[in-house]
């Protein structure tokens, strides 16, 4: 039988960070192992817009073509949709975490046939095979959103249950993403060694910030594959693709120190030459000195912690269930080790004001971190803070080009307006960065094949909007 052919695609955003995209190349492994032919477009990495993206699509000859689709990048993605629908006669399937949190707006904005909600796997396989199939019994399968072609009525199934074992999971189609072929851009910017791959070990997050969409996704249950699989995924990754730097991109990878000292003391013995970050932000009271010993003879180099702010009355406020008197001694032991540090900073959350902004620019220049992101803050889609954000607007008359971490902003807190937190954001980046040590440290981290990258970042970080600032 002449199986169904897919295509899966990344839309093309102006991001600073470009990676595989592991979602769509666990999705690409799964349906691969149905015996379904699939490919992969990542716009993003091939810089495809317009009717370049298209010509591309359409030598492909896609049966289903299926779209991950991020807040950040929603507008672009409705146009691509719309463009396709007028070129290529296909099914499209939309997913990822904006479509998760509104499924029923999402399908009707955007015209897509159908929406994958949550984890993917298992739904976008079913839904393949019934395509394939032509089978119209839609309501039967977990974790969809469509409209009805009967009376136009769209329809939400019963959400699909969680994998337990994600050792059953196939590897992500690594030949379909080739890692070494990807930019020196991962996410933190920096990097050790070249070539680089990412990989998630775990699956959820316990925690229950207000800011983050996680739990759209992954129901604040955490999973974790087996150490054992991790570092068999890992060797692939040096054997096939030459990769030298492992960054571990899960939600909270030393959630449980048990997972970490198998993870270590498997890639210590099997002697991989390999050394590994976490660009992703840790909890910081996750952490002890055995472990970070463990950690740093495994090969890590480098963490990143997710602090957001300096205020203790901001993290009671979003739920992040961390208080900052620990941070001084964490840091201080993570710096004996040797591990270089990074911090990850959110301007803006509800309650800011120029008090709690003042302390969170003095505590990250006072504690030793090497390397800090200020973002500013968005309220997302399935998050806490969306709902309160919401509650006096509509959906259909939103601009969500203004949900973004970088350009213009929607969202002002009751103190301090959009356009004075775009100045904060770029005030506290040059507050902590143009300091002659940290300034020159961080200079001589940058690897000549990135100053193109840099230069971008930076005027992207300065200059977009800049008419919009003040």
């Not at 992040?320 to 001694?329: A, Q, S």
Request: with cysteine.
């Amino acid at each position: 039988m002449h199986r169904m052919k897919v295509v899966l695609i990344q839309p093309y955003y102006n991001s600073h960070i470009v990676t595989p995209p592991l979602g769509l190349g666990y999705l690409a492994g799964y349906l691969e192992a149905k015996g379904y032919r699939v490919n992969i477009i990542d716009c993003i990495a091939r810089g495809l817009t317009g009717r370049k993206f298209l010509k591309v699509l359409a030598k492909e000859k896609p049966d289903v073509i299926g779209i991950t689709i991020m807040t950040a990048y929603y507008t672009r993605a409705r146009k691509i949709i719309r463009d396709i629908k007028q070129s290529i006669d296909c099914c499209i399937v939309i997913g990822g975490p904006h479509v998760s949190a509104l499924p029923e707006f999402s399908i009707k904005d955007t015209e897509a046939d159908f929406a994958v909600l949550g984890e993917g796997e298992e739904s976008f396989a079913e839904l393949v095979s019934r395509l394939e199939m032509k089978d119209k019994e839609f309501q039967t399968v977990k974790g969809i959103c469509y409209r009805d072609p009967a009376n136009g009525e769209i329809v939400v199934t019963s959400r699909q249950e969680l994998i337990d074992d994600l050792n059953r999971i196939p590897f992500p189609a690594w030949h379909l993403i080739k890692p070494h072929k990807y930019p020196p851009t991962p996410q933190g910017f920096f990097y050790k060694k070249f070539p680089i791959a990412p990989i998630i070990t775990s699956r959820g997050c316990q925690y229950n910030c207000s800011f983050c969409a996680s739990g759209v996704i992954w129901h604040r249950r955490i999973r974790r594959r087996s150490a054992e699989n991790i570092v068999d995924e890992i060797q692939l990754l040096v054997a096939k693709f030459g990769i030298k730097e492992i960054h571990f991109v899960d939600d909270n990878f030393t959630f449980s120190k048990e997972h970490v000292f198998s993870v270590c003391n498997q890639i210590i013995k099997r002697k991989l030459d390999i050394v590994w970050a976490c660009p992703n932000g840790l909890r910081i009271d996750k952490l002890d000195r055995e472990l970070l010993e463990v950690m740093r003879e495994a090969g890590c180099y480098s963490i990143t912690f997710g602090v957001e702010s300096g205020s203790q009355d901001i993290l009671d406020r979003t739920n992040k269930g961390l208080n900052l008197e620990v941070l001084p001694n964490v840091l201080e032991l993570v710096k004996k080790t040797g591990i270089k540090i990074g911090g990850f900073f959110i301007i803006g959350l509800p309650g800011e004001n120029r008090d709690s902004f003042n302390k969170t620019m003095n505590l990250a220049k006072r504690l030793p971190f090497d390397r800090v992101q200020f973002s500013r803050f968005t309220p997302l889609p399935g998050t806490l803070e969306w709902n309160r954000w919401l509650a006096d607007k509509e959906l259909d008359a939103l601009d969500w080009d203004g949900l973004r971490f970088y350009g213009d902003s929607l969202y002002d807190t009751e103190e301090l307006s959009s356009k004075e937190l775009v100045c904060l954001q770029r005030f506290a980046f040059w507050r902590f960065y143009f300091r002659p040590t940290i300034f020159l440290k961080t200079l001589m981290e940058v690897k000549p094949c990135q100053i193109k990258w840099l230069i971008k970042r930076f005027r992207d970080y300065f200059f977009w909007s800049v008419e919009n600032t003040g």
